[in-house]
């Protein structure tokens, strides 16, 4: 029985264009998702060999293949539900819009709306090879930060709750911007979906004290 399930996409392969085209959708999320969704199931069922046999030569590789897809499992689970349409989604967050505290937050964070969106588009563009540009909800402080992935799991601050997530595997953007990847995060600005970053910064909020004892 898979631990682990493709999520359905919240809109149609043609949702979000011309930002991205049906065919990125379709086949990054039927194929490339898929596999680290499998990759996922496949290797717990490995490491439930490797406990029955008492082999533990390969327990470092396993451990590395569950982080690498159970974290891109995770990442491209968010970063569906992070956009919608055009016509819906992108400017900046605003306390008329329904997520004031999303937009103080980023205020207080990062000092401006502007400085955020500068640092995140550099971190989603800059990554070596391949990676993510995340912002994320990091607990001990309560503040916002923003991460540079590497691969799905590297360099990131354990705890941290991501909350909006670029994808910056040329898998998808390669078919329609070519090797333009600066492009892709630019345009990825306007279909990002605000209302779904703001639950999940109230959610990441409600258990934001669980790794400390309280005074």
Known sequence: MPVYTLPDLPYDYAALAPVISPEIIELHHDKHHAAYVKGANDTLEQLAEARDKEQWGSLGGLEKNLAFHLSGHVLHSIYWQNMTGPKDGGGEPLAQDGVGDLAEAIRESFGSFAGFKAQLSK??????????????????????????????????????????????????FYLQYRNQKVDFIEAMWQVVNWQDVARRLAAARTRGNVLLPTP
């Open 123 to 172: 971190a989603a563009a800059t990554t070596q090879g391949s990676g993510w540009g995340v912002l994320a909800h990091e607990p001990l402080s309560g503040r916002l930060v923003v991460e540079q992935v590497y691969d799905h799991q590297g360099n990131v601050g354990q705890g941290a709750v991501p909350l909006l997530v670029f994808d910056a595997w040329e898998h998808a």
